[in-house]
């Protein structure tokens, strides 16, 4: 399964970012591999409009099945990301991104 | 942190209002934001004084370097906003019509036109009146809000709170339900609804909670001058219910309100009124309820 989590930062220990479109980071996780890669939003936070669906066209590039954030994405993105099939869960917005993956595991997220 | 965001949908019923006079009854707790940037007037109540000023820049326009141009029309021709106008026999963009796509730089043979930066307005940091940090934008005539100015002011805000480790992000936020309320609400922990017993007000809400509803953020409904009519007051108060918007209080309609207007004041300076007691308890509700 490929997680992606929206983040402040590029470590496990890094603080979640609660917002989808305009996110600092990208971490994905891929839980067979192990491996964590980030994808750098900040060209998408130089975008006056529409920054929710442009991270939504990540999301389909990096081929990810469920998505880790806060508040959830708004109402373009989560048109794109339902037609992709990727799965949010939502409610990690203060959590450190090792938090969110914990929680997520319990099953303690709301879907979106 | 937490941070607080004021909305409304419709303009026109006391959203800012009511937000200033939050930032007044949270005194030193609070780092206060205002996002409604094409018409800012948080400013005209908190009086704040600037610390720091930079401009800002969104999208971009066409410049014709006028020693290079040739005088051919090829991006005359090929402009979709009628932003190429020619003014004895020049070539010359206008600034107001450019929508800055770049096409009559793709088109122009002598690769005299480029896409500059807009400058659209400024950001500033500030201390209110109250001596709490502000943090504020003034858009320039014709430029249009955006996202990214929106989450670029609460940005600085957030990080100004983190920094003096204030509790509360206070945000007025964006009109309308577009993409800088959007970004309005992006991150928030706590949203206040504002709204009046009108036809319209009950409509607005109805789609600006829409989005809230989408970002599950947990909200609160402030029905101000819930007495003029009582009918729409209990629609509004039956679509709080179902949704699960909590109730935070109704105003009544108060020359105060009006009074406190014209002294630049925040209506919870104006003593002794029944308008000041009902926010300062919903300014209660709101900390009980994120504590």
Same mark, same amino acid.
Not at chain 2, 266 to 273: A, L
């Given at each position: 399964m490929k997680i992606v989590f929206t983040t402040e930062g590029t470590e496990w220990e890094s603080k979640m970012d609660p917002r989808f479109g305009r996110a600092k980071y990208f971490m994905v996780f891929d839980e067979e591999t192990k491996e964590l890669i980030p994808l750098d939003n900040g060209d998408v936070e130089g975008e006056a409009h529409g920054a929710g669906p442009k991270a939504a066209r990540k999301m389909a590039e990096a081929k990810v099945e469920v998505l880790i954030t806060g508040n959830g994405p708004g109402g373009n993105a989560s048109k794109v990301l339902e037609k992709l099939g990727t799965v949010s869960y939502i409610g990690a917005g203060d959590m450190t991104m090792k938090e969110a993956y914990e929680a997520y595991k319990n099953g303690e997220l709301d879907k979106a | 942190m937490k941070e607080i965001v004021v909305i409304s949908g419709k303009g026109g019923t006391g959203k800012t209002s009511i937000t200033a006079s939050f930032a007044v009854l949270a005194g030193d707790d609070v780092v206060v934001a205002d996002c409604d940037v094409d018409a800012a007037d948080m400013h005209i109540l908190l009086q704040p004084e600037n610390i720091k000023s930079e401009d800002f820049y969104s999208g971009e326009l066409a410049v014709i370097d006028e020693d290079a141009c040739i005088q051919c029309g090829k991006c005359f021709d090929v402009c979709r906003f009628d932003a190429v106008e020619v003014i004895n026999d020049v070539h010359t963009i206008n600034e107001l019509s450019? /929508?800055?796509?770049g096409y009559c730089a793709r088109v122009c043979p002598t690769e005299a036109i480029t896409n500059e930066p807009l400058n659209v307005g400024k950001w500033h940091v500030a201390n209110t009146r109250f001596n709490q940090p502000f943090v504020h934008a003034k858009l320039g005539i014709g430029a249009d809000n955006s996202g990214k100015l929106v989450a670029q002011v609460k940005n600085i805000a957030k990080e100004t709170a983190n920094k003096n480790n204030k509790p509360y992000v206070l945000v007025d936020g964006s009109p309308g339900v577009g993409c800088p309320v959007v970004s309005s609400l992006s991150g928030a922990h706590f949203v206040v609804l504002v709204t009046e017993p009108s036809v319209s007000g009950l409509h607005d809400l109805k789609r600006v909670y829409e989005l809230v509803k989408k970002f599950r953020i947990k909200a609160g409904c402030i029905i101000n001058k819930a007495d003029i009519n009582k009918d729409i007051a209990s629609e509004i108060l039956e679509f709080l219910k179902e949704e699960d918007i909590v109730h935070l209080s109704n105003l009544p309609y108060d020359e105060t309100f009006t009074k406190a207007m014209t002294d630049c004041k925040?209506?919870? /300076?104006?003593?002794?009124?029944k308008i000041k007691e009902a926010i300062s308890e919903s300014w209660e509700k709101i900390k009980e309820i994120l504590n």
């Open positions: - | 450019c /929508e800055g796509c925040t209506i919870v /300076e104006i003593d002794d009124s």
